[in-house]
């Protein structure tokens, strides 16, 4: 059993940045994949990003590639969106989630946070 909560989110004015924090309970942290997933208002919930359980292999949307970092610190059973050069697109709550397999699709991942809301002013 993995609990996950965000922390994080906030309003943004467009081409500035957010760090958000997804803290995980557990002592298996490391073997979880982890992911980010956004989604806008009426729309579906998207891959944004997702990493390894060492860390070694990160995978993003193209929509975020080049502004978007995902890392995580298995010591402090967390996992971060460095979310760089925001833009009014990108507003959406965002989720992390912790699953099994390196997959984007979101019903791969088992466990969910309560999401946290990240609002690009233009």
């Known amino acids: 059993q993995v609990q996950l909560v965000e922390s994080g989110g906030g309003l943004v004015q467009a081409g500035g940045s957010l760090r958000l924090s997804c803290a995980a309970s557990?002592?298996?942290?490391?073997?979880?994949?982890m992911g980010w997933f956004r989604q806008a208002a009426g729309k579906e919930r998207d891959f944004v990003a997702r990493i390894s359980g060492t860390g070694v292999l990160t995978h993003y949307a193209d929509s975020v590639k080049g502004r978007f970092t995902i890392s995580r610190d298995n010591a402090k059973n967390t996992v971060y969106l460095q979310m760089n050069s925001l833009k009014p697109e990108d507003t959406a709550v965002y989720y992390c989630?912790?699953?099994?397999?390196?997959?984007?699709?979101?019903?791969?991942?088992?466990?969910w946070g309560q999401g946290t809301q990240v609002t690009v002013s233009s």
């Open positions: 989630a912790a699953g099994l397999g390196y997959y984007t699709t979101p019903a791969a991942y088992g466990y």
């Open positions: 557990g002592r298996t942290f490391v073997s979880y994949v």
